[in-house]
């Protein structure tokens, strides 16, 4: 219907919520396009009192004709065919002006139909200078024709611009309706967009750690198993504590609580170290790092040590914290600085907690994480 139109816009609803969140609308939109329909009768009782014969005949199939024409244009309301919306609606106008000899002033009630269908199509100034034409037409036109009554003339003005009024109304609620629909399916969209964002980077730091220190620890094991039984064994049993709790960060992180700690990190990193001969120089207290930032300084020392064992062929490792800062250095042989999604998704974490984070090479020879906590 052309008094309900919502103009289109950029398809981001699914089909699913469009059903179930735009049948109000729909179904308003219908209720006010019968609720017009009353304007055809107004008219019939117009041509029963001015025609007889043939022209009551003609009278009363040009307004069946205004009504299907009507509900043709609600229909191409609906499916967006604003070309053939205009073609109906001058057509219907052409039909209300042959009416208009048979049906006299009472014909002038159809412009409470016309006016409002082109009102919802336009925009600016257009729309309340089309009101007040048409409400000027059904007062003025009957002192101009003779023989046509005045009396009805200001009744059928208030109903033009009561009409209009309606109409810009529910198209007002209608277009808010699906703009409030579109921004909460883009809301969902990002929402399960971060989600995925959020298992991957998880994923990837917590078994990329862990897959590495299993990796770690089965080629020690294979190394000692024919001069040190006992001690590939104590590896082994090291592997398997390390798989059980992979498998715990996955369920974790799927189910979007994962444990991350400052002091487990710095634990679990030694024994990295130490498994992969790397000469560890960690810290053993952390009191002075504040509980808000120990979660996050625990996903830089996990970052940082897991690339110490992946890339660096490095020596030494050491890990450096302050309250407001963790910083992991290596003298091995370094790499680009923007490599790794490992590096991607921490550098997400720090800026998500407004931390910056600082990697590259050293001199002589290294690599440096450094992350600063916000003040």
């Not at 003339?153 to 009409?163: D, E, P, R, S």
């Not at 120089?281 to 897991?306: H, K, N, S």
């Amino acid at each position: 219907m052309g008094s309900g139109h919502v103009r289109p816009r950029g398809g981001t609803v699914t089909d699913v919520e469009s059903q179930d969140s735009r049948g109000p609308d729909e179904r308003r939109r219908l209720l006010l396009s019968l609720g017009m329909l009353c304007y055809p009768f107004l008219t019939a009782a117009g041509v029963a009192q001015h025609a007889s014969g043939a022209g009551l005949v003609a009278g009363y199939l040009l307004l069946v004709a205004v009504s299907a024409c009507y509900l043709a244009i609600v229909t191409a309301s609906m499916r967006s065919r604003w070309r053939t919306y205009w073609w109906l609606l001058a057509g219907m106008t052409a039909l209300a002006v042959l009416v208009a000899p048979l049906a006299h002033e009472n014909a002038l009630i159809l412009t409470a139909m016309i006016v409002p269908a082109a009102v919802a199509r336009v925009d600016g100034r257009a729309a309340p200078a089309l009101v007040v034409l048409g409400a000027a037409a059904c007062v003025g036109v009957p002192m101009l024709v003779p023989g046509w009554s005045t009396g009805p003339g200001w009744y059928f003005a208030v109903a033009v611009v009561f009409t209009a009024l309606l109409v810009h109304t529910f198209s007002r609620t209608a277009t808010a309706n699906q703009q409030l629909r579109e921004a909460r399916a883009e809301v969902a969209r990002l929402a399960s967009e971060a989600e995925r964002n959020r298992i991957a980077r998880d994923l990837h730091d917590l078994l990329g750690h862990s897959l590495t220190a299993i990796t770690v620890k089965t080629t020690l094991a294979r190394r000692l198993a024919a001069g040190a039984p006992a001690a590939a064994l104590a590896e082994m049993e090291s592997v398997e504590r390390l798989s059980r709790q992979a498998l715990a960060d996955v369920r974790a992180a799927v189910s979007g609580y994962r444990d991350v700690t400052l002091a487990g990190e710095l634990a679990r990193g030694r024994e990295l170290l130490r498994a992969a001969g790397v000469a560890a120089d960690l810290p053993t207290a952390y009191d002075g790092v504040p509980p808000e930032r120990q979660e996050l300084f625990g996903w830089v020392v996990r970052e940082g040590l897991t690339n110490v064992v992946r890339h660096a062929r490095a020596e030494r490792c050491t890990v450096e914290l302050t309250a407001s800062c963790v910083e992991v250095r290596d003298d091995g042989v370094g790499g680009p600085a923007g490599a790794g999604s490992g590096l991607d998704g921490l550098r997400a974490r720090v800026a998500a907690a407004g931390g910056v984070l600082t990697a590259g090479p050293t001199r002589p020879r290294g690599w440096s994480l450094r992350v600063e906590a916000p003040a």
